[in-house]
């Protein structure tokens, strides 16, 4: 294995690490502030993520010889910022373990393409852009907040999709932070902590308005937003991914290290694409060496948690806003495209979203899945035959 290791493959392994934090660690961090989370465990969540992610790329392109790459569930973090305020630490453990759970059971049973099925993709794509729209939202309401710190990260994204797609969010991130730092709006360096993260464990307990709210919807999405592009991202590479030992490994991930702020854990599809593509190698036998690389590489900034979290904590607000708005924004645009590209679909797709945007709650019971059950009872309604009128 070591004489094959190439430069290429740290590289895209560091880019793969560096796009796949860029890109969505402002949402986790939203999460964890949104589930009250001490200091020490939002340090013990960045851990357990960092090293959930390096363990699982490890293990699924060591053994498989692919570059199989796993990330946390964006917009699983993006489904526990709005629905995990209010509940306690405790239940959202919980939660999270039925989620992880779940993830087995579907690997380990086979049930991906089954369960892929019940539920139309244009359902489950409204239901994730509803879910992630307002974190685009906030993308353009900080401008009122922060004018200019906005309005230089916005011209570097626009400028970025024309110029370097690939590293686009990277380059908002370092405009944002050159910006801040250029104006002195940073907080006090002194709040910088260069420590080891620690594991904080925190017993689960388990409420059923909170594991059908939040712990089956945190499900739902990982798999129907998550797990699904990361298989087509390794075929359309040319490789074959044994989906559901890739499922069975990040279920287990999820289930040992939910208790430590490991929510969710999925194929990646984005920053596997860095790998499986020949800027990584030129030859696609040894370029599971690039994903191993990336395991290696996330477990060092996992260790690194405290220091993660203490740098959001000294960025101002907008900043934090405006990158994951912008991040998300192609994702919104492709979920909103997917949900509604069907015309016999559009009705119950804009019922899925929109409920799932008001932010209702029934029961305990959070916006997504009541958006997805009244979508699927709208697109059964309008998709029945209508009746021939009887003869007189």
């Not at 050159?178 to 388990?206: N, Q, W």
Request: proline share 6%; with cysteine.
């Amino acid at each position: 294995m070591l004489k094959d290791l190439k430069l290429s493959h740290l590289v895209s392994g560091t880019v793969a690490v560096l796009v796949g934090y860029t890109g969505s660690v402002a949402i986790i961090f939203q999460a964890i502030e949104a589930a009250g989370a001490s200091q020490a465990q939002a340090n013990s969540w960045m851990l357990a993520l960092g090293l959930g992610m390096g363990i699982t790329c490890l293990i699924l392109s060591l053994l498989s010889r692919m570059p199989i790459l796993t990330a946390w569930s964006t917009p699983g973090a993006a489904l526990l910022a709005v629905s995990l305020p209010g509940v306690p630490m405790e239940q959202a453990v919980g939660a999270f373990l039925l989620c992880a759970a779940l993830l087995v059971l579907t690997g380990v049973t086979g049930w991906f393409a089954a369960l892929s099925r019940l539920i139309p993709d244009s359902l489950a794509s409204a239901m994730l852009a509803g879910i992630l729209f307002q974190f685009g939202l906030s993308a353009f309401t900080a401008l009122q907040t922060d004018t200019a710190l906005v309005a230089v990260m916005g011209l570097t994204f626009l400028a970025g999709r024309r110029l370097f797609a690939r590293y686009c969010i990277p380059a908002v991130l370092a405009a944002g932070v050159l910006y801040c730092a250029a104006t002195g709006s940073f907080g006090s360096l002194e709040a910088l902590d260069l420590t080891l993260a620690r594991p904080e464990f925190v017993m689960p307990a388990f409420s059923l308005p909170v594991l059908i709210g939040i712990g089956l919807p945190l499900y739902i999405v990982t798999m129907s937003s998550q797990n699904m592009p990361g298989v087509v991202a390794l075929r359309a590479a040319g490789y074959q991914p044994p989906v559901s030992a890739c499922l069975t490994v990040t279920g287990l991930a999820s289930l040992l290290l939910a208790p430590f702020g490991g929510f969710a854990f999925n194929l990646a599809a984005i920053t596997a694409a860095i790998c499986a593509g020949p800027e990584a190698d030129e030859n696609p036998r040894t370029r599971y060496l690039a994903g191993v690389m990336t395991g290696l590489v996330y477990s060092l900034v996992g260790l690194g948690g405290a220091t993660v979290i203490s740098l959001f904590l000294i960025a101002p607000a907008a900043l934090v806003a405006t990158v994951a708005g912008l991040a998300l924004l192609s994702t919104i645009g492709n979920s909103l495209s997917a949900a509604l590209a069907e015309p016999d679909g559009r009705e119950a797709a804009l019922v899925t979203f929109m409920v799932t945007v008001s932010g209702i709650s029934f029961a305990g019971i959070g916006a997504p899945l009541w958006a997805l059950l009244l979508g699927l009872a709208v697109n059964h309604w309008l998709r029945r035959p209508v009746p021939a009128p009887a003869r007189a």
